[in-house]
């Protein structure tokens, strides 16, 4: 049991050991050009902050407090490389799909269009990354004491489900292949939490963590809880998360089980990952529609369109992903192919797939070229984003849209 504990693909440099205190800063600085397709305004040419990783800025330390144990810290703030700030917002702006922009799709009278529109543009507002200006810290930043039976870790943290959907994708998140940017508005898998607690244990080549967080200023309502385990080998590896919480008011919201493996096969390896995700509450500021909107349309018909904007981010749904990952010498190449399945009568089908090539000047310098094609179907309306933000919606439902992006990348 000489080393019980370990993070995942994405939280595993926090571990390094050390038999003495120490403290390092790290990160990323990943900045490109790209061009993306299907916007109301047509094609957008940019420039861009995380095309394959999201830029960071990180510190974290460790001290031997002997006999097997050991403190450690991990603060990891989000930087936007080409303006210096640390918010992002898509390029469709406050725009929202069709299915929560227009009156007819959400089951309500044209009359009610206006109030339609301006509910929805508040939502829309709400779309980005990291849009609290408070949220300096908004990667992460969480303290732990490793002992000789696992660790225990309390702060800003990955979700269980979410690293193993990270583990599993082909891209591990890197660019606008990656798997989750099909599921992005709304997210099908809380990313990070706030609050949380986490235990977690490695024996060999098997890890696990169980976690679980408190809802913000509330004991009884807003909890998340979460688990993981992943088994891995030199030949091939498993895992399966879960990840569940609670709205505002208590009643069981976004729920997301993701199952992963990864095997090699001839010079590379080939990943898959299937989520089933659910949230038949969902909760946030969909639940103070009804009062914003009351002195406008009054209390029956206000309680109407929250209804129904509750109805439209209702999710149900299957996340599948395959991919094949090939490195050879300096030159590594993914292919990937990610869908978003709905199962609900809306329908809001998103699929993509597309290639991407990275090329390493050093070990901690390369250079990145993705292809990404995403296909909509019937309400589907995504658009492709990055590793370091969203895509946002296409001009019109079914409207599909291509990214074409290159970039270079410095750890540090």
């Known amino acids: 049991m000489k080393k019980i504990f370990a993070f995942t693909a994405l939280a595993s440099a926090a571990l390094a050991c050390s038999a003495q205190s120490s403290v390092t800063a790290y990160?990323?600085?990943?900045?490109?050009?790209?061009?993306?397709?299907?916007?109301?305004?047509?094609?957008?040419?940019?420039?861009?902050?995380?095309?394959?990783?999201?830029?960071?800025?990180?510190?974290?330390?460790?001290?031997?407090?002997?006999?097997?144990?050991?403190?450690?810290?991990?603060?990891?703030?989000?930087?936007?490389?080409?303006?210096?700030?640390?918010?992002?917002?898509?390029?469709?702006?406050?725009?929202?799909p069709d299915r929560v922009s227009q009156a007819a799709l959400l089951g309500l009278p044209g009359a009610l269009q206006p109030v339609v529109t301006a509910v929805s543009g508040n939502i829309g507002n709400g779309i980005g990354v990291n849009l609290d200006p408070n949220a300096f810290w908004d990667r992460q930043i969480y303290?732990?004491?490793?002992?000789?039976?696992?660790?225990?870790?309390?702060?800003?943290?990955?979700?269980?489900?979410?690293?193993?959907?990270?583990?599993?994708?082909?891209?591990?998140?890197?660019?606008?292949?990656?798997?989750?940017?099909?599921?992005?508005?709304?997210?099908?898998?809380?990313?990070?939490?706030?609050?949380?607690?986490?235990?977690r244990i490695q024996l060999g080549g098997f890890s696990a963590v169980l976690m679980a967080a408190a809802g913000e200023g509330s004991a009884t309502t807003g909890h998340m809880l979460g688990?993981?385990?992943?088994?891995?080998?030199p030949a091939f590896s498993v895992g399966l998360g879960y990840n569940t919480r609670e709205n505002q008011r208590g009643a069981k919201s976004l729920t997301s089980t993701v199952l992963g493996a990864t095997v090699n096969v001839g010079p590379g390896s080939v990943s898959a990952l299937f989520g089933q995700v659910k949230d038949d509450n969902p909760g946030g500021g969909l639940l103070g529609i009804a009062a914003s909107v009351t002195p406008s349309v009054g209390a029956a018909t206000a309680a109407l369109v929250q209804a129904a904007f509750v109805n439209a981010f209702k999710q149900d749904a299957r996340l599948m992903h395959v991919g094949y990952k090939l490195v050879s010498g300096v030159n590594t190449f993914y292919v990937a192919y990610s869908k978003l399945d709905d199962k609900r009568a809306i329908n809001a089908d998103t699929s993509s797939y597309g290639v991407?090539?990275?090329?390493?000047?050093?070990?901690?310098?390369?250079?990145?070229?993705?292809?990404?094609?995403?296909?909509?179907?019937?309400?589907?309306?995504?658009?492709p984003g990055a590793a370091g933000y969203l895509g946002g919606v296409t001009a019109k439902a079914g409207d599909d849209s291509t990214s074409l992006a290159l970039g270079i990348r410095h750890r540090f």
């Open 27 to 96: 990160g990323i600085l990943d900045v490109g050009v790209s061009q993306v397709s299907g916007y109301k305004g047509g094609s957008v040419k940019m420039l861009s902050s995380g095309i394959m990783d999201g830029t960071r800025l990180g510190f974290r330390g460790t001290e031997d407090l002997g006999g097997g144990w050991r403190a450690l810290f991990t603060a990891e703030a989000r930087i936007e490389a080409d303006t210096g700030g640390s918010s992002n917002r898509p390029q469709s702006g406050s725009q929202t």
């Open 143 to 199: 303290v732990g004491l490793v002992t000789p039976v696992g660790a225990i870790l309390a702060g800003r943290q990955y979700t269980p489900a979410y690293e193993i959907s990270a583990t599993f994708d082909t891209l591990q998140t890197q660019s606008s292949l990656a798997a989750g940017q099909v599921g992005a508005i709304p997210s099908t898998i809380d990313i990070r939490v706030s609050n949380s607690l986490a235990y």
């Open 227 to 233: 688990a993981n385990a992943i088994y891995k080998t």
């Open 356 to 383: 991407a090539y990275s090329y390493a000047l050093s070990k901690r310098t390369d250079i990145n070229a993705v292809a990404t094609r995403f296909v909509n179907n019937n309400m589907g309306q995504a658009a």
